[in-house]
């Protein structure tokens, strides 16, 4: 028998990918501004056990939806620290945990709430949550959406639960009215899994602006920062040993690593590398915060060397959003938010001799401008990136589903 694991959001697992040469990113659309109409209701139909990237993003879509005339509701299949945590709590959330995974029964209470509460459209976001959501929306006669975080068949070193998953996600939106892509690599790998390219659409995720006052190069010491939740495929064991190798070299550099661990196991595992490397002095552990905007005031440089299973990801746009250059992955939509050697570096994954050498140019070097990074990062964020774009541009697919 499967474990249970198997259906959950496939972005809380991990495995290796192969490297990849760097390419320049493609070009991003350009913000649309729908106009406003009557005001519609929206499902979301989440998760709720984490409140990590794909998290951030439905609790923004509900703070900025109205303005485009859609009213967002939850719907948590496993509530947890979501319903704790964001900041659209005057949104209504309703609780349907699912009892096992084809829980049926979870679908038919979805479809009565969405029957019950007047609900013109189902918006999906996880693998789990799309199983019950496609149900509920086809037996309440209402359209389904489905948001793609993360490539689903490549997002975990447990083949089985990679294949079960990304099965489970082809069969559940079959017949979705609309698949929404968070980047053109993402857009480009459901259309080859046979969906039409009218039926997937991109639209790049968004962050708040960031009131920060301009930044300056540091005169001596760096502070690198990473956020996120803490699991294999966000490559922190890469960041760890580069930050001993740039140590040994004498670049003056600490690591102010932000966000929780998946597991205690994993938790242990990369402590027990610190400690083997001897760099315990150079790293602070702050934990999960909710003002990632504090955290982001305390440091120099962002990194994220993910190994693999991003799509737009969040901590790279809230790091533009502040001004800070980024040293990243050249991994699935990574690309599409930093411009190689523009708003940071590139680097291929799993590399710790270029992620170390990316970070010493930035420290050390003089042919990369500090302040200019910093303001095309944070120019590209409001021309781009920015929440009420993200918004703005779902809106024009809700409209165009519902015939207005």
Partial sequence: MLDSTLFDNASLTSSLLDEVPIVMPAAPVTPRTPSPVATQRVLHVINGEHYSGAERVQDLLA???????????????????????RQAQHVHLFEMPMRGRFDLGCARRLAELIRAEDYALVHAHTPRSVLVGSLAAKWAGVPLVYHVHSPTGNDSTRRLQNWVNAKLEHWSIRHAAQLIAVSPSLKQLMEQQGFSPERVTYVPNGVPAIDLPPR????????????????????????????AALRSRGVDVTLRAV???????????????????????AIIWTGFTQDIAAELRQMDLFVLPSLFGEGLPMVVLEAMAAGLPVVASHVEGVP?????????????????????????????????????????????????????????????????????
């Fill in 216 to 243: 300056q190069r540091p005169e001596q010491s760096w502070t690198l920062g990473i956020a996120a939740l803490f699991r294999p495929r966000k490559g922190i064991e890469v960041l760890i040993e580069s930050l």
């Fill in 63 to 85: 703070l900025q939806l109205p303005q485009f005339g859609f009213e967002v509701g939850f719907a948590c299949v496993k509530p947890d620290r979501f319903s704790e945590v």
């Fill in 259 to 281: 966000g929780p661990f998946e597991t205690p196991e994993y938790e242990r595992e990369v402590k027990t590398l610190v400690k083997k490397l001897g760099v315990g002095d």
């Fill in 336 to 404: 599409e938010a930093i411009r190689h050697r523009e708003d940071g570096l590139l680097v291929e994954p799993a590399s710790v001799s270029q992620l170390a050498m990316a970070i010493e140019e930035l420290v050390v070097g003089d042919e990369l401008d500090y302040e200019t990074l910093s303001n095309n990062a944070r120019e590209r964020h409001g021309e781009f990136f920015s929440d009420r774009s993200m918004a703005a541009n779902l809106a024009e697919v809700y409209q165009k589903i519902l015939g207005y």
